[in-house]
């Protein structure tokens, strides 16, 4: 239980000279009116310690390192005293701190009693070097055209209006599918803009303009073409997407209108003519590291159905907790989504004290599939094997090979033994389960498996593991995962799915490419050899499309940084398409973006960290290249709906 007790750890990271990474110096402040004497402090920071039989260490004691989790203890006879401060320093890191939030994210106390008490953490200070703030992420921007439209549609040849309408409105004649189009997307204005003035009415509005709707199934799908005249507004759409973009695309431009008049302004005639670049236009989110609650979830669906994108990769599992509720086996979903103290999880990444959880019940999923179909939007799940998989192996340690040595390797973020063994067949038995239910509830075709960062020397030491790949001539890990893969294909098929997967799901022989979409992440060259393998390729490259990384290179901005630093400049301008020749151009489907949430602490961080990226994404995803225009993108965005 939790107690009330008031500390504060300070945290700051330093150079050494002669060591790269540097080192960490706390400071725990006791604000309480207790002496404490014989507890332990345990923090959390994606800036780990390394594994060594003799830390670096100064005025402490170390105890235990799980992942991201840290745990420390004062020298033997230390007494804290009320207004009093304890210091130490931790080298021997991973890597050095480049921004404030490589430091602490969480920390707590376990006192003598075994009671925990929280320590509150602030930002990671900077010592012996400048810490300046970054400068603006956006420059003040400039319209040529004074609409607002994003993403920029691929043609527009517009004459701008002295005034605007007080809301549009179908007229008359509008067919019961028409009529719920409008309404779908004056509700997700209503959501997104909720003191915003209504631009769409089902009936008609004095001082309104109608707008007269027309199928032309010629157009191809997701296209519309719009023609604005001073008796009415004509909108001639390819198929029901295309109606709700066009729609979309009204919303934008009167609000927009309405909100800043010495700017924008509604057209008084002209025509769009509009389709997509891409036909994958994409946006991840991780619910594994913190947990989104459903409203948190649909919000974000929201947003990307005002810019056009049409598809929710959902990542449901990771280390740190399985979030999807599985009847078959309803452990993974109490002992794999706790963390705490005392709980079967450790804290990770921002959890102190309190235990935490959350899953989303399958009614639930069911409700978040429907209100995104509803918007043109289609969820394509992931739960990510075989590596990543320690809520999994904590919830069902049937999995594990009792043979092998609990510490026999590390992951890439540091977890001991994370990955599912391909040599026992339970494996199989309880995915097919899983896959079984998930078919059930996601009417996507593709189902995504990760594939991603199972480290070089998983399974090496498995008993199991070395008897298959004599049995079946593999060689090494990635031979033993592509074993793994290719039969997680075979199951997906026999249930009538595709598979989706990282770029990892290529190696040590891969999997048949007919069908099957990879994801490339980790560096843009990667996305050009998959196509060439045949594999179909949305690019995701964590330097560019990555939005957990940080927008500029000073200490005081929060985000990664293994990707190096992405401005929304550089995510705006950059061409996923660049090295593709023309023959591979098909296997291009699309882009996405990419929201890791390790960092992902607040809203507030999630809104800096987002925005403006994920609508620079949106744009390069729609816009054809030459449309493309920084300085018009800088003053249209500014108008974006938040998280």
Not at 123 to 150: T, W
């Amino acid at each position: 239980m939790a107690t009330e007790v008031q500390f504060r750890l300070e945290n700051a990271w330093h150079p050494v000279e002669g060591d790269d990474c540097g080192a960490f110096v706390f400071t725990l402040v006791n604000l309480s009116d207790v002496a404490l004497a014989d507890f332990k402090l345990a923090y959390t920071s994606l800036t780990r310690v390394k594994d060594t039989e003799e830390p670096i260490l100064e005025n402490a004691v170390f105890l235990k390192r799980n992942a991201n989790f840290h745990q420390f203890a004062p020298p033997a006879g230390f007494v804290l005293q009320p207004g009093a401060s304890w210091t130490f320093r931790v080298g021997g890191l991973w890597r050095p701190a480049k921004h404030r939030t490589d430091g602490a994210k969480s920390a707590y106390l376990t006192l003598s009693t075994g009671q925990h008490a929280a320590v509150a953490v602030a930002d990671l200070m900077l010592g012996g070097g400048n810490s300046a703030p970054p400068p603006a992420l956006l420059p003040e921007g400039k319209v040529s055209q004074p609409f607002a439209i994003l993403p920029w549609p691929a043609s527009a040849e517009l004459v701008a209006g002295e005034g605007f309408p007080v809301a549009l409105y179908p007229a008359e004649g509008a067919s019961l599918v028409e009529l719920r189009a409008v309404e779908n997307v004056l509700r997700l204005f209503c959501r997104l803009f909720a003191v915003g003035h209504a631009p769409l009415s089902l009936a008609p509005v004095h001082q309104g303009r109608a707008i007269a709707l027309k199928s032309d199934e010629a157009l191809g799908a997701s296209a519309y073409r719009l023609n604005f005249a001073a008796d009415g507004i004509t909108l001639t759409y390819g198929d029901v997407a295309g109606l709700q973009y066009a729609l979309t695309l009204l919303a934008q431009m009167l609000h927009g209108a309405r909100i800043q008049p010495e700017t924008f302004r509604f057209p008084a005639s002209g025509t769009i003519a509009d389709k997509p670049r891409y036909d994958w236009r994409g946006c991840h989110l991780d619910v594994s590291r913190q947990f989104f609650p459903v409203a948190d979830v649909k919000r974000l669906i929201d947003i990307l159905a005002w810019f056009r994108m049409n598809t929710f990769h959902w990542h449901l599992s990771d280390d740190e907790a399985w979030r999807l509720e599985i009847k078959a086996f309803p452990q993974l979903t109490t002992l794999g989504v706790l963390r705490g103290p005392d709980e079967p999880l450790l804290p990770q990444l921002g959890n102190g004290a309190e235990p935490v959880g959350g899953f989303y019940a399958q009614d639930e999923v069911r409700d978040i599939v429907a209100h995104a179909a509803a918007l043109q939007v289609e969820v394509v799940p992931e739960i990510d094997v075989p590596g990543h998989s320690t809520a999994m192996l904590v919830a069902l340690p049937e999995l594990v090979d009792g043979q092998e040595a609990p510490d026999s390797y590390r992951s890439v973020q540091g977890y001991p033994n994370n990955a599912l063994n391909p040599a026992i067949e339970y494996t199989y038995e309880v995915l097919g389960k899983v896959f079984d239910e998930m078919v059930e509830l996601f009417p996507s075709t593709l189902i995504h498996i990760g594939g991603d960062e199972v480290a070089a020397n998983t399974w090496m030491a498995s008993p199991l593991a070395r008897k298959l790949m004599e049995q079946e001539g593999i060689e090494g890990t990635f031979g033993l995962q592509s074993y793994f893969m290719k039969r997680i294909q075979k199951m997906l098929a026999e249930r009538g799915r595709k598979l989706a997967g990282w770029d990892e799901v290529s190696h040590g022989g891969g999997v048949d490419p007919e069908g099957t979409l990879l994801m490339a992440w980790q560096k843009p060259e990667v996305g050009l050899e998959l196509a060439k393998q045949g594999y179909d390729v949305v690019m995701t490259p964590g330097q560019a499309y990555y939005l957990d990384m940080v927008q500029d290179e000073a200490f005081q901005e929060p985000g990664a940084s293994w990707a190096g630093t992405v401005p929304p400049h550089h995510t705006y301008t950059y061409e996923a398409v660049a090295e593709f020749p023309a023959e591979l151009a098909a296997r291009m489907r699309g882009v996405q973006a990419c929201i890791w949430c390790e960092h992902f602490l607040t809203r507030d961080y999630f809104n800096h960290l987002v925005f403006p990226r994920l609508p620079a994404i949106a744009e390069a995803a729609w816009t054809p290249k030459d449309n493309k225009d920084w300085l018009r993108f800088a003053a249209i965005v500014r108008l974006s709906p938040r998280y």
